[in-house]
């Protein structure tokens, strides 16, 4: 019954299969991973892994920003809420996308940390290699262990539109080998994504349950500088979802949610100038939570 908190962390040298020419170029439409997670943008280079990469030049640079991050994000929390036991949370780009040497290292080294009693880590569909799903069912024997997977939706005509380098079946076959191995699947759904309607959204939530996820996390699509959807937004190509629209497929999609299925996150977003739409994603964090918290009462339902 102890609270655990996350520790993100955003090391130098991971990137995705589809930056670098693997499966796609350019990534994400809607991504700059600098833009949700700080420590990222403090720690670029020019170095990137891959699973074909025979060595790892750049270990000891992602061991210190390891050791600086989770240490730094432990304090804090100790102090400020009593937190004694972490979560460490590989965060930004595809973090299972590197030599099996390497994430070896890296995950146990992040076990190693004082309080920490596992791990969740941020990743594709199309990235996690048997070698490496073993290795994490093995890990989850003596630790709690999740893989985060970016599900954003069921349909492949939005994931080609996004530029996601796989589709919906890649997924739900990752999540249920995932499953089988023991380990528990933590599901990313974006709200709001180019060409989906209200129904085609819920309908990608109802996927996701009944795939397996022992949790979910909604976030509403938002419009960043630098970004390829930023270019279709400015040629009038894409409208960002509005508030209203997204409280009333998020109230849907968690009434729609088993009981067993937990709730990590119902909202994100982006309080500085790299935000371009929807204007509301940029409101704090309280105040975003204080809309969905009306608009499930209003449901008679709560959080």
Request: some cysteine.
């Amino acid at each position: 019954g102890e609270r655990v908190h996350k520790v993100p962390v955003g090391l130098s040298g991971f990137t995705c299969p589809n930056i670098d020419g693997t499966v796609a170029k350019g990534g994400c439409t809607f991504c700059l991973n600098e833009s949700f997670s700080p420590n990222l943008a403090q720690n670029a280079g020019k170095t990137f892994l891959n699973l074909r990469s025979d060595s790892n030049p750049i270990l000891d640079k992602q061991l210190s920003e390891l050791h600086e991050q989770v240490t730094r994000t432990q304090e804090y929390f100790r102090r400020k809420e009593g937190v004694r036991r972490f979560l460490v949370y590989f965060q930004a780009f595809t973090n299972t996308y590197a030599p099996f040497e390497t994430l070896q290292t890296l995950y146990e080294r992040a076990l190693h940390y004082p309080g920490v009693v596992g791990l969740s880590i941020g990743t594709r569909s199309d990235s996690v290699t048997d070698e490496t799903l073993e290795y994490l069912a093995e890990l989850s024997k003596t630790h709690e262990i999740w893989i985060e997977y970016g599900i954003q939706s069921i349909y492949d005509e939005t994931l080609r539109r996004i530029n996601r380098g796989h589709d919906a079946l890649n997924v739900e076959a990752a999540i249920k080998k995932a499953k089988a191995a023991g380990l528990k699947v933590c599901g990313h759904l974006i709200f709001g994504l180019p060409g989906e309607d209200r129904e085609m959204m819920l309908n990608s939530a109802k996927a996701a349950y009944d795939w397996g996820i022992d949790s979910v996390k909604y976030h509403p699509l938002y419009v960043v500088k630098q970004t390829l959807l930023a270019n279709e937004y400015k040629r009038g190509e894409f409208t960002p979802i509005t508030r209203e629209e997204y409280l009333e497929v998020l109230v849907e999609a968690l009434r729609l949610k088993p009981d067993p299925v937990s709730i990590q996150r119902v909202t994100a977003g982006i309080e500085d100038e790299t935000l371009l739409a929807p204007a509301w994603c940029g409101e704090s964090k309280n105040r975003q939570m204080a809309a969905i918290r009306q608009a499930l009462a209003r449901a008679g339902m709560c959080l």
